[in-house]
């Protein structure tokens, strides 16, 4: 069964660190592109940060570039945002997502919520 299990959101003050984990199971994440992405109350769900390990390249929205950092462990077969200068702005619920023959498949999310 195909399965990615998110973790390590939480409560930060503006200016702290969290880092999110996506373990997969049920396939082997360094076959594909893995992403992050999050959805704040009444916007739409929006790509933070992608991994792609066939082409060895990572892509982050403007919004984070230079303060998260994906990476990947694939004896553990986990992917990592690594989120740091958070802001009120990263608030949010973060999933992580491959996409196998078309098909998305999306970890439960995890809440991030950044104080001022």
């Known amino acids: 069964e195909v399965k990615l299990v998110v973790s390590g959101g939480g409560f930060v003050q503006a200016g702290g660190s969290l880092r999110l984990s996506c373990a997969a199971s049920?396939?082997?994440?360094?076959?594909?592109?893995i992403a992050w992405f999050r959805q704040a109350p009444g916007k739409e769900r929006e790509g933070v940060s992608c991994i792609s390990h066939s082409i060895t390249s990572t892509y982050y929205a403007d919004s984070v570039k230079g303060r998260f950092t994906i990476s990947s462990d694939n004896a553990k077969n986990t992917v990592y945002l690594q989120m740091n200068s958070l802001k009120p702005d990263d608030t949010a619920v973060y999933y992580c997502?491959?996409?196998?023959?078309?098909?998305?498949?999306w970890g439960q999310g995890t809440q991030v919520t950044v104080s001022s």
């Open positions: 997502n491959f996409r196998r023959f078309g098909v998305d498949f």
């Open positions: 049920g396939f082997r994440l360094d076959d594909y592109a």
